[in-house]
Nanobody
Framework: QAQLVESGGGLAQPGGSLRLSCTAS????????MSWARQVPGKGLEWVSG????????YYADSVKGRFTISRDNAKNTLYLQMNSLKPEDTALYYC???????????????????WGQGTQVTVSS
């Protein structure tokens, strides 16, 4: 059964850093584009960042560009999100999501993602 499990969330101070991980199982991880998205209670799901199946191309929402870095290790079936210079507005539940083949992806369209993890909470507060 295909599954995504996120970890690495927690409490960080403004200006601090966290690294999220997403471990995939039950499917051929290296064949699929992947993304991170986040949700604040009472608000809609926001796409954050995406990456090609081989890691060769990465994409970011304007709100995180220059602060967050997405990467993947296909040998470990793991997706990462390095978050630096964190702001209180980054507080959210963060999800990883499985996309499709690279050529089919716009990344920003959340309907492209058919498998989601359970989420990991990130709280940025002093």
């Amino acid at each position: 059964q295909a599954q995504l499990v996120e970890s690495g969330g927690g409490l960080a101070q403004p200006g601090g850093s966290l690294r999220l991980s997403c471990t995939a199982s039950g499917f051929s991880f290296s064949l699929y584009a992947m993304s991170w998205a986040r949700q604040v209670p009472g608000k809609g799901l926001e796409w954050v960042s995406g990456i090609y199946s081989d890691g060769s191309h990465t994409y970011y929402a304007d709100s995180v560009k220059g602060r967050f870095t997405i990467s993947r290790d296909n040998a470990k079936n793991t997706l990462y999100l390095q978050m630096n210079s964190l702001k209180p507005e980054d507080t959210a539940l963060y999800y990883c999501a499985k996309g499709g083949p690279d050529a089919t992806m716009t990344f920003r369209d959340l309907s492209e993602y058919k498998l989601w993890g359970q989420g990991t909470q990130v709280t940025v507060s002093s």
